[in-house]
């Protein structure tokens, strides 16, 4: 019987290390996004809109290489090369995690667009990644229309409203 | 709501402003959260962008309500080592 391999427990800093590394240009989306910007939620990856610009696929690539990230099929990711009309969405897993790969996320532009009102914050190791703002990930998981994220998007809502008024709040303190 | 509905129908502030009949300026501060737009002009602006208004009735969790005020003092850091720390959800 054929073994199957362990999920490797996720672990977002030698992800992040290596795309940090290769000089990558990118957004942090998604779930592990969501975790940073303050939702209650649990994520196994990192997903991320790079910039299609340039040479950043190729250091993408590069930087997925050293932490062997694979297809499900056991291909390379090959994201310099790969046509995102027919893949929107490259999936892989890694030795520390799945990462998806999304130049235009639903609902969005693409890097450009959600790079407007992103924000790089502090998560620790140096690292000071790009996160896209809570007003796009709640637009992205609108414009995604899935049943099971409804919740995710109401929790989205709230956060915005709260965020506003957080910000408010230590604007008046001032 | 408002920002995301508008470029969901792929409309500018002052495209959205002419159908609604406002200034640019209204629906910049909309957005930025600056002025309350009110109950009719949110559900006017919704239409022009092909959207309507639903009710939808739900119990409201003051617990995670609670939970995400208090998430929000956290640093990113420390909400992402939160997340991480649990061993029991991420085996």
Known sequence: MARRRAQPRFDPYPIL??????????????????????????????????TTRGDNLRRLDVALEAINARRPGRTEPALQTNDYTR?????????????????????????????????????????????????????????????????????MRRLVELEH?????????? | MIREARLLAGLSQERLAERIGVPRQSIARWERGEVEPGFDNVRRLLRSCGFDVSLVRYQADESAEARLGGRLELTPQERLVGMLGDPDTNA
Not at chain 1, 90 to 112: A, F, I, N, S, W
Not at chain 1, 113 to 131: F, N, T
Not at chain 1, 165 to 174: N, V, Y
């Open chain 1, 17 to 50: 290390e290596a795309f940090e590394r290769e000089e990558v240009s990118y957004i942090l989306i998604g779930a592990f996004a969501r975790v940073l910007v303050g939702a209650d939620e649990i994520t196994h990856g990192v997903d991320l809109a790079p």
């Open chain 1, 87 to 155: 893949e929107p969405v490259v999936e892989l897993r890694t030795d520390h995690g799945e990462v998806k790969v999304v130049p235009v996320p639903e609902g969005t532009r693409g890097y450009d667009d959600l790079r407007r009102d992103a924000e790089r914050l502090p998560i620790g190791r140096g690292l000071r990644p790009w996160v896209a703002s809570s007003r796009d990930l709640a637009r992205m998981l609108n414009a995604l229309n899935r049943a099971e994220d409804l919740e995710k998007l109401l929790m």
């Open chain 1, 165 to 174: 008024d957080f910000h408010r709040g230590r604007s008046i303190e001032r």
